[in-house]
């Protein structure tokens, strides 16, 4: 594809788009050409690179930001408010497009309306390249890696983490919080658009509250393990019969309890218009942790593998999991897409089958840790 740039970061002045923007900068290499795009040249002019004007609610601007490169970055949010015109200007073009949402309802919409485009066009649509929900879609291939193949497979995934969010951070998750319905009505669009796997089955499983691994594994219901079995449908290797269940793991019963009333009053003030605005008001989009805050945050990753009558555990882990990880995460993607021998793929899909080892290693290679921790019959 000849176009005149090979990556573009819209949203670059954002608080984690001037991190990845940054990424970018220390770790691109030079014969790399890249851009960044957005509605105020001025705050993007500090990156050194070249300025595009594009805004995210005029599609003729967002068509011509998209022939101008072989992948385009977002990360502004949240994206059912302002990512639907991205995709659809990189589908209709033909180029990668790569995000950071953590947004179900999005994800399941652009499937429905973008992925057979984004097919005939040849554009690799990739969503939730950071935090959400790199470390657990790579994450459970590496272990399904070390099983035996053509086998049923279950994999438990068990996050700890400390950090804080920014205001975009906060904003999407108020956002999601408050669209149930609209949630549910893009689940089951998708559910009739989507062709399942022949043959095989692959999805993921809620689980219940349990011991596990020292901690309490307690269900987590963000968009990780809807990415995890969409990679298991489009990819054979996880076998005839694969689940995933997701969790947080916590240390204390009492914490378990905290933790389940603050996320169900977050949920109801956010179905609330004037409490949600004040909510929203807490945190304005662009603001986030200071460095000296984010340099004490971290993440792993446990993950218990079973299959064919072996057991793996493995880990995946790294720094601040929110900001410098998912700034980490989103350019190498977009260096991987760039620069790497990849599988043939088209339309909407995910890292692992997109980039899969290939984006692993660049990530080990940066700092994030995959380790197996040991191997069993069980």
């Known amino acids: 594809m000849s176009r005149r740039y090979d990556v573009v970061l819209l949203g670059a002045s954002g608080f984690t788009g001037a991190l990845t923007a940054e990424y970018l900068q220390n770790n691109a290499p030079a014969d790399l050409d ?19 004007q594009a805004d995210v609610i005029d599609p003729r601007s967002l068509r011509e930001l998209a022939e101008s490169t072989r992948i385009l970055v977002t990360t502004v949010g ?3 408010q302002y990512g639907e015109q991205v995709v659809a200007a990189c589908a209709d073009a033909g180029t990668d497009y790569l995000d950071l949402t ?30 959400d929900s790199i ?40 956002t999601a919080l408050s669209r149930p319905k609209q949630n549910l009505a893009a689940h089951r669009a998708r559910r009739r658009a989507e062709p399942s796997p022949e043959g095989r089955s ?41 689940r995933y269940s997701h969790y947080a793991a ?9 933790g389940i009333g603050g996320i169900a009053l977050l949920a109801a003030a956010a179905q609330v218009p004037p409490v949600r605005n004040v909510l929203l008001n807490r945190l304005k989009p662009g603001d986030g942790p200071r460095p000296e805050r984010r340099a004490k945050s971290w993440f792993n990753v446990r993950f218990v ?32 897409l760039a620069l790497d021998d990849l599988p043939d793929t088209a339309g909407q899909t995910t890292t692992a089958a997109a980039m899969g080892p290939a984006l692993r290693e660049r990530l080990v290679k940066a700092g994030m840790t995959f380790a197996t921790l040991s191997r069993d019959d069980y």
């Open 34 to 52: 890249w851009a960044v795009a957005g509605r105020d040249k001025a705050k993007l002019e500090r990156f050194g690179r070249d300025v595009l």
């Open 78 to 80: 949240p994206y059912i």
């Open 102 to 131: 953590g947004e179900p309802e999005f994800v399941d919409r652009m499937y429905v309306r973008y992925h057979e485009r984004a097919v005939r066009s040849g554009a690799r649509i990739v969503h939730a390249c950071g935090f």
């Open 135 to 174: 470390p657990y879609d790579l994450g459970v291939q590496y272990t399904v890696e070390q099983l035996p193949a053509g086998v049923p497979i279950k994999v438990d995934g068990l996050l700890r983490a400390g950090g804080r969010p920014s205001g975009g951070t906060f904003h999407t998750v108020i």
């Open 202 to 242: 692959a999805r993921a499983v809620p689980g219940a509250i349990h011991r596990q691994q020292g901690f309490w594994a307690v269900p987590l219901p963000t968009i990780d393990p809807q990415v995890v079995a969409y990679s298991a449908r489009l990819l054979y290797r996880y076998g005839p019969d694969f």
């Open 250 to 258: 916590v240390r204390h019963l009492p914490m378990v309890a905290a």
């Open 305 to 336: 593998g079973r299959g064919g009558g072996k057991q793996v555990i493995t880990e995946v882990a790294g720094r601040d999991p929110g900001y410098e990880e998912t700034a980490k995460m989103l350019g190498e993607s977009a260096l991987c």
